[in-house]
Each structure stands twice: as C-alpha cells, then as structure tokens.
C-alpha cells in the first residue's frame, strides 16, 4: 500500500511539473527563411549606401578640381575688366553682335567647349592665344604639404573642358541693358565612377563699372 501511495505521488509530482513547464517550441522553418531573407535586402541596401559613398569620396578631388577651375575663369573675365587690358566690347564672345561702342562683330572669348589650356600672353583664360601657351596642370603640394619642394606632383586635366558664354541682359520690356551682362562657366569632366560626363556650373553677372 506504501508502494502505491509512492506511485500516486510520484504521478501527481510529474503532472503538476508538466503543468509548470509546458513543452518550448522552436522555430519552424518557415520564419528562418524569411528572417533570412529580410536580412539579406538590409544587408545588400546597406552594402549599396557603402558604395555610394565610396565613389563620392573617390570623387571630391575631381568635384573640387572642377569648381577651381569655373572660378579660376570667371575671374579672368573679371582681370580683363578691372585692368583695362579690354575694352568693354571685347568682353564678349568672339563674334557677339553685343557691341555698343563699335560695329560688330566682337569679343575675345572662345565659344564652344575648349581644353584647359594656360592663360596666354594676355593673362586671361579662354582667349585665342591660350593653345600656345600650352596645357593646364595643377601643381599638388605633395607628402610635405609645401609648394614647389621637390616632392611636388603636377596632375594634367586633360579630362575637363570648359565653356565661358557671355550674354546680353535685357529689361522686362525688351531694352538691351548695355552696362551689365550674364557669365556662365561651365566645366564638364569625366570621373572614373560615372559613365557620363559631370559638369559645374557657374552662373554669375558683370558690370561695366568697377
């Protein structure tokens, strides 16, 4: 009767612990597939952000390269104004018919896009003479970080062109504002990453007057 009593007790023992701890369920093998699957596409969203980021970066030097020399031209359009070197006529685009001082054609500046060449004789970007005086580089300072030590590198930017185009402007009613006009540069360039040309461009006016 001991032994029976023993056994009920023993029985009873295991029911209330199954009841306790009910049996755990593990995943199935559906939901590990779709977990997966859900971290596959962050995983190759987040590899291509990575890459994104790595060709802009690849990049900046190029970006900067070309943002100089945009601003290096519309200074030079500048020069030729504030030193008298031209006559407001010639600050124009070869062949304008923007003349106010004398019959057309004028103007010194190239059309089109051209090779970055050095300034010429006359010391302005984007004239005719600029071919002679041969092609652009630009100087880098090198490990040391100092100009013209021997460690220096010249990098050609036989990638960029540039466009200089200046516009008359005209007031609402159609009358030619012969003291002012548009200057837009444009460099166009080519990066390793980007299967088409990047360009930059500068929009900005001139004034007769200093």
Same mark, same amino acid.
């Given at each position: 009767m001991v032994t029976s009593m023993m056994a009920t007790s023993m029985i009873r023992r295991g029911g209330i612990s199954r009841g306790r701890k009910p049996a755990e369920q593990g995943f199935s093998l559906l939901e590990v597939v779709i977990s997966m699957a859900v971290l596959? +596409?962050?995983? +190759?969203s987040l590899l291509g952000v990575f890459g994104l980021a790595m060709a802009s970066t690849q990049t900046s030097q190029q970006d900067m390269i070309a943002k100089q020399l $945009?601003?290096?031209a519309y200074?030079?359009?500048?020069?030729? /104004?504030n030193t008298s070197q031209m006559n407001w006529d010639e600050i124009n685009?070869?062949?304008?018919l923007n003349c106010s001082s004398g019959p057309p054609p004028c103007g010194i500046f190239l059309t089109g896009l051209r090779p970055m060449y050095n300034a010429g004789a006359d010391g302005i970007f984007?004239? $005719?003479?600029d071919a002679a005086a041969g092609e652009e580089t630009l100087q880098d300072p090198g490990a040391d970080g100092i100009f013209n030590t021997a460690d220096d590198t010249y990098i050609p930017l036989t990638n960029?062109? /540039?466009?200089?185009v200046i516009s008359p402007l005209f007031t609402q009613t159609g009358v030619l504002i012969t003291s002012l006009r548009s200057v837009t540069i444009t460099v166009q360039y080519a990066t390793s990453s980007?299967?088409?040309?990047k360009t930059y461009v500068v929009n900005s006016f001139i004034s007769q007057f200093q």
């Open positions: 596959t +596409v962050g995983m +190759v $945009a601003n290096e200074e030079s359009v500048v020069t030729a /104004r685009n070869v062949g304008s984007g004239t $005719a003479d960029y062109q /540039r466009q200089i980007a299967q088409t040309q």
